[in-house]
């Protein structure tokens, strides 16, 4: 089991819908992430939290909207995603700096 | 800016075979980490290495063996007496000591053990 969950594990939804991704860590870690990783590609970064603020945007589309309701918890808010945007979106988090990330299983998202 | 490339796409083992993984990176930097990640079907990333750029020591960690040459610019990944559980896709990674410190994935390397 990872110290890292995420839910749900598997996503379906429509180009209009609206749905939140959810990451959880009680590692105390002080930094949290949100990767992309299309199939037998490397993950890309999307977000980065430093002490519940956002640090890092890698110029993701507004489509994709994070939050950090506290140093435990992390979301990814989705709204009229496209179908490019189907992948496996990873969360990890870590104590910052170079310290190792330690990843959740993520969520397989499948946009119709 | 940073890169690291796995030039070897797929690998394919028989069981108890020792295997290389290669792993090449570039940077300005002369302060910098280095890890490996394994990512089994399953889809989640397992952290197995983190070296800094100032130790070059080699390390064993059972069957696994890591050998970091700043000469070369390689930080390479050998597991012995392979074993169908270490089927999976093996990443290096680098990141800066300063600025960003995101980390860089090279594209990964898929390990297949047959039994």
């Known amino acids: 089991d990872t110290e890292v969950t995420q839910t749900p594990k598997h996503l379906v939804m429509g180009m209009t819908n609206k749905k939140s991704l959810k990451c959880e860590q009680h590692?105390?870690?002080?930094?949290m992430y949100w990767y992309k990783q299309k199939a037998k590609k490397p993950p890309e970064l999307m977000f980065v939290?430093?002490?519940?603020?956002?640090?890092i945007n890698e110029s993701v589309p507004s489509r994709f909207s994070p939050e950090c309701p506290n140093s435990s918890l992390l979301n990814l808010h989705l709204h009229a995603l496209q179908p490019e945007d189907s992948a496996l979106y990873l969360c990890?988090?870590?104590?910052?700096?170079?310290?190792?990330?330690?990843f959740g299983d993520g969520t397989r998202l499948s946009i119709l | 800016a940073q890169k690291v490339t796995q030039a070897q796409t797929e690998i394919s083992v028989v069981e108890k075979e020792d295997v290389t993984l290669d792993c090449v990176y570039e940077?300005?930097?002369?302060?910098?980490?280095l890890f490996w990640y394994k990512q089994p079907p399953s889809g989640e990333l397992v952290f197995l290495i983190r070296?800094?750029?100032?130790?070059?020591q080699n390390e064993i960690s059972g069957r696994y063996s890591w050998n970091f040459q700043k000469s070369t610019s390689s930080f390479n990944f050998t597991i012995t007496a392979s074993q169908v559980v270490d089927s999976a896709v093996y990443f290096c990674?680098?990141?800066?000591?300063?600025?960003?410190?995101?980390?860089?994935f090279g594209s990964g390397t898929r390990l297949q053990v047959q039994p």
């Open positions: 940077t300005r930097d002369t302060t910098y980490y």
């Open positions: 990674a680098l990141s800066e000591a300063a600025g960003r410190r995101a980390l860089t």
């Open positions: 070296r800094n750029s100032f130790d070059e």
């Open positions: 990890a988090s870590s104590q910052g700096g170079n310290q190792p990330q330690h």
């Open positions: 590692m105390g870690h002080r930094a």
């Open positions: 939290y430093s002490y519940e603020k956002l640090s």
